[in-house]
T-cell receptor, first 113, second 109 residues
Framework: SAVISQKPSRDICQRGTSLTIQCQVD?????MFWYRQQPGQSLTLIAT?????????ESGFVIDKFPISRPNLTFSTLTVSNMSPEDSSIYLC??????????FGPGTRLTVL | AQRVTQPEKLLSVFKGAPVELKCNYS??????LFWYVQYSRQRLQLLLR??SRESIKGFTADLNKGETSFHLKKPFAQEEDSAMYYC???????????FGTGTKLQVIP
């Protein structure tokens, strides 16, 4: 299994500001994923973060809006930039093990006023 | 493109009744299918995967390649089964996982 922690667990932010979410894993992993789960909806993959290279973004998500860092094999950050109320969501990081099972962090609940 | 469809947003059953949560998928190769569950105030976690062919908490799911389905079943629902259930698909090999829209299972006492 994998133990994943996220900071902050929740935040309330003003429109136009930015928030950086941290994800820490208890062991080294090759790939980390960032998802968004909007109220009443499923998980949508934002990007895949590989250590030592640029993140790979899914359709509809861009680096300027969601910059990602992956400085080492146990840590990643996702920044939600220039926030608007539409960015209110739960943001989740996850990792994949050799078994292809995904392990999820507890999520960061973001509310943008 | 890979796609997962869960046609029911909400499924309400009485305690002791059988449960079937539907999942259909679209994928050009050989997929790996999963069911994830999210109990109230808990994080998303794996329930079962088709390659394991195991029963977890009384739930089973069979991959039907002809019908491209991976329905989740349990013969007798329990109150503690109430949760959000997500069907998911991956092409394997650390590829991204695509999730369905989820079905909320509500077991009525």
């Amino acid at each position: 299994s994998a133990v994943i922690s996220q900071k902050p667990s929740r935040d309330i932010c003003q429109r136009g500001t930015s928030l950086t979410i941290q994800c820490q894993v208890d062991s080294q992993v090759t790939m980390m994923f960032w998802y968004r789960q909007q109220p009443g909806q499923s998980l949508t993959l934002i990007a895949t973060a590989n250590q030592g290279s640029e993140a790979t973004y899914e359709s509809g998500f861009v680096i300027d809006k969601f910059p990602i860092s992956r400085p080492n094999l146990t840590f990643s950050t996702l920044t939600v930039s220039n926030m608007s109320p539409e960015d209110s969501s739960i943001y989740l990081c996850s990792v994949v093990r050799e078994s292809n099972e995904q392990f999820f962090g507890p999520g960061t609940r973001l509310t943008v006023l | 493109a890979q796609r997962v469809t869960q046609p029911e947003k909400l499924l309400s059953v009485f305690k002791g009744a059988p449960v079937e949560l539907k999942c259909n998928y679209s994928y050009s190769g050989s997929p790996e299918l999963f069911w994830y569950v999210q109990y109230s105030r808990q994080r998303l976690q794996l329930l079962l995967r088709h390659i394991s062919r195991e029963s977890i908490k009384g739930f089973t799911a069979d991959l039907n390649k002809g019908e491209t389905s991976f329905h989740l079943k349990k013969p007798f629902a329990q109150e503690e089964d109430s949760a959000m259930y997500y069907c998911a698909l991956t092409g394997g090999g650390y590829q991204k996982v695509t999730f369905g829209t989820g079905t909320k299972l509500q077991v009525i006492p």
